[in-house]
């Protein structure tokens, strides 16, 4: 089930009102010409907190001008704290947060970009059919890159203890846990493993590995480099080393 119909049939009433006015707005105005929805509504394990992230395609010669009437438009569907639109490689990413707490992600792009459709989506509307027509996207295995930029990270780690900044440490260590979630939750077999953790908690039954909580240190020295010497340990166990962590790790 998709469209109007699957909307209405939403058992989260909040998301399925925000979802109604925006679906009632933009079937409105012929300059947009497509809107399909994402991340845990599509997927069935959305929760009261959750926000609602769709994607809205723009007929192209009208660019210019419905993205200057975006905003207002997400302005409209409810009282609004703040809505902002900013540029991505892909088109225009716009954010509202309303006051009842209800947020809404939008990712604007060109009816001409649309070429492949997310596995998990729900198509709300299609004027051209230029969902419909999209293959289904194959994941791309970035496990091998996820790995690597951990290992840069943590490299880093024993670079900024020996100049005494000890922050830059930190957000080092932070940086290469995050690359070492992804790394995880495509192991796992998670949807969408770029979002890291998030994604983790999005699969049924998903976890984060044991030990995880010790990669988090205060600012201390010898906490940090525990804190590196355990994820290096996590790291190795989720994938196979490149030659980097050879040298990366007797510097920790």
Same mark, same amino acid.
């Given at each position: 089930?998709?469209?109007?119909? $699957?909307?209405?049939?939403?058992? !989260?009433?909040?998301?399925?009102?925000? +979802? +109604?006015?925006?679906?009632?707005?933009?079937?409105? #105005?012929?300059?947009?010409?497509? !809107?399909?929805?994402?991340?845990?509504?599509?997927?069935?394990?959305?929760?009261?907190?959750? &926000?609602?992230?769709?994607?809205?395609?723009? #007929? #192209?010669?009208?660019?210019?001008?419905?993205?200057?009437?975006?905003?207002?438009?997400?302005?409209?569907?409810?009282?609004? @704290?703040?809505?902002?639109?900013? #540029?991505?490689?892909?088109?225009?990413?716009?954010?509202?947060?309303?006051?009842?707490?209800? %947020?809404?992600? @939008?990712?604007?792009?060109?009816?001409?970009?649309?070429?492949?459709?997310?596995?998990?989506?729900?198509?709300?509307?299609?004027? &051209?059919?230029?969902?419909?027509?999209?293959?289904?996207?194959?994941?791309?295995?970035?496990?091998?890159? $996820?790995?690597?930029?951990?290992?840069?990270? !943590?490299?880093?780690?024993?670079?900024?203890?020996?100049?005494?900044?000890?922050?830059?440490?930190?957000?080092?260590?932070?940086?290469?846990?995050?690359? *070492?979630?992804? +790394?995880?939750?495509?192991?796992?077999?998670?949807?969408?493993?770029? *979002?890291?953790?998030?994604?983790? *908690?999005?699969?049924?039954?998903?976890?984060?590995?044991?030990?995880?909580?010790?990669?988090?240190?205060?600012?201390? @020295?010898?906490? !940090?480099?525990?804190?590196?010497?355990?994820?290096?340990?996590?790291?190795?166990?989720?994938?196979?080393?490149?030659?980097?962590? %050879? $040298? @990366?790790?007797?510097?920790?």
């Amino acid at each position: 089930m998709e469209g109007r119909d $699957w909307v209405e049939a939403l058992e !989260l009433a909040p998301q399925r009102e925000l +979802l +109604l006015s925006l679906l009632d707005a933009v079937e409105a #105005d012929t300059r947009f010409r497509a !809107l399909e929805v994402g991340c845990s509504l599509a997927r069935g394990n959305a929760d009261e907190l959750s &926000d609602v992230d769709v994607g809205l395609w723009i #007929d #192209d010669e009208w660019w210019d001008a419905a993205l200057t009437d975006l905003e207002p438009l997400l302005r409209q569907l409810a009282s609004t @704290v703040d809505a902002v639109g900013f #540029d991505a490689p892909w088109g225009r990413w716009f954010f509202a947060q309303y006051a009842d707490g209800r %947020q809404l992600d @939008v990712a604007a792009q060109r009816a001409s970009t649309a070429q492949r459709r997310a596995p998990d989506s729900i198509v709300l509307f299609d004027r &051209d059919g230029i969902l419909e027509a999209r293959a289904a996207r194959k994941p791309v295995d970035r496990r091998a890159e $996820w790995a690597f930029l951990a290992w840069f990270e !943590l490299g880093n780690v024993p670079k900024y203890i020996a100049r005494g900044s000890t922050w830059e440490a930190l957000g080092a260590l932070e940086q290469a846990r995050s690359e *070492f979630l992804r +790394l995880y939750a495509a192991n796992i077999g998670a949807t969408n493993p770029e *979002f890291g953790v998030t994604s983790i *908690f999005d699969t049924p039954g998903g976890d984060v590995p044991p030990r995880l909580a010790e990669t988090y240190p205060r600012p201390d @020295v010898d906490e !940090l480099r525990d804190a590196a010497r355990v994820l290096a340990g996590l790291l190795t166990n989720a994938w196979e080393r490149p030659p980097l962590a %050879q $040298w @990366v790790e007797p510097e920790l």
